[in-house]
């Protein structure tokens, strides 16, 4: 007899799924394929502004479905992260799909729009910390008020009394994402890289509040992936400097939008219960190039 999958029963929100050859596509599928129910985000206006250019959602809606396991279910819906508003009602959306949400990635990045300290403007930062900074934050704030509605607000150093053992297998999950700004320079990319250092280093702090309110938080730098900014008709980097810098990663390619999505199945899966709090790199050994 063949048994349940492991995220069968449960419901994940993902982020960010708006091309299907990006990550948050590729991690909605693999959540699909755990046997979770799965309800997506999407914001094709910031795609249409880029490089690669939006793709068709109804083709990145079926995607997910043709994943799904028997019984399962999949919705998506546009948002605006920048607007809290438009925060709250993808999270309510979300949970009307089966009545909670279980399992929260939150994909979502704001590209493009940015540049070196010389050109910063204040308007550049705060598009960029709202969109990949605060609505995390802010999702995150939901999905834990979901599960502890009592939940008291806590002065500086104060902690919550856990009243049970958590059970980790059957805890809720989380998973940002981060860059790898802690692990090297990124030139022209100021503002992004300052929005994604916030989620790397306030994740102690947050994981360990959630993590007294029975829900596991982890953070996932994916390093670099392929997801239509480094191919040569798509990208904005200078190709001669793409090209000799693929050709030393260790395994000779970039990352695929699968990589990430692998470890990020197993982090909210039973199997990777174990793992909490941290800042995980899966760059195939980009950061130890030389």
């Keep these: 007899m063949s048994s349940a999958p492991p995220l069968s029963g449960r419901t994940a929100l993902v982020t960010g799924v708006?091309?299907?050859?990006?990550?948050?596509?590729?991690?909605?599928r693999e959540l699909a394929g755990l046997g979770a129910h799965v309800f997506t985000q999407?914001?094709?206006?910031?795609?249409?502004?880029?490089?690669?250019?939006?793709?068709?959602?109804?083709?990145?809606?079926?995607?997910?479905?043709?994943a799904l396991h028997d019984g399962a279910r999949s919705a998506s819906a546009s948002a605006d992260l920048r607007d809290p508003a438009q925060v709250a009602s993808l999270f309510d959306?979300?949970?009307?799909?089966?009545?909670?949400?279980?399992?929260l990635v939150c994909n979502h990045a704001r590209s493009g729009g940015d540049g070196s300290?010389?050109?910063?403007?204040?308007?550049?930062?705060?598009?960029?910390?709202?969109?990949?900074?605060?609505?995390?934050?802010?999702?995150?704030?939901?999905?834990?008020?979901?599960h502890r509605e009592d939940a008291p607000a806590l002065r500086p150093g104060e902690t919550l009394r856990r009243t049970a053992p958590a059970d980790p297998a059957g805890a809720p999950k989380v998973v940002w994402m981060t860059s790898?700004?802690?692990?090297?320079?990124?030139?022209?990319?100021?503002a992004y890289a300052t929005a994604k250092a916030a989620l790397a280093g306030?994740?102690?702090?947050?994981?360990?509040?959630?993590?007294?309110?029975?829900?596991?938080?982890n953070t996932v730098n994916p390093g670099p992936v392929n997801t239509g900014y480094l191919d040569p008709g798509t990208t904005d980097r200078p190709l001669a400097?793409?090209?000799?810098?693929?050709?030393?990663?260790?395994?000779?390619r970039w990352g695929e939008p699968a990589d990430p999505a692998r470890l990020i199945g197993w982090l909210v899966s039973p199997a990777g219960s174990w793992m909490v709090g941290q800042v995980l790199t899966s760059d195939g050994g980009f950061s130890l190039q030389r």
Excluded: C
């Design 18 to 28: 708006s091309r299907r050859k990006g990550i948050g596509f590729a991690v909605a």
């Design 42 to 66: 999407h914001y094709a206006p910031h795609d249409a502004d880029q490089p690669w250019g939006a793709d068709d959602l109804a083709a990145v809606d079926a995607g997910v479905r043709a």
């Design 93 to 103: 959306a979300a949970r009307a799909l089966t009545g909670r949400v279980d399992v």
């Design 117 to 146: 300290i010389l050109d910063m403007t204040p308007e550049a930062l705060d598009a960029h910390w709202q969109t990949n900074t605060r609505s995390t934050l802010l999702l995150t704030r939901l999905f834990a008020r979901q």
């Design 180 to 190: 790898g700004q802690e692990q090297g320079p990124m030139p022209g990319e100021v």
């Design 202 to 217: 306030i994740t102690p702090t947050v994981a360990a509040e959630l993590l007294d309110l029975g829900i596991v938080l």
């Design 241 to 252: 400097e793409l090209e000799a810098l693929r050709a030393a990663t260790p395994f000779g």
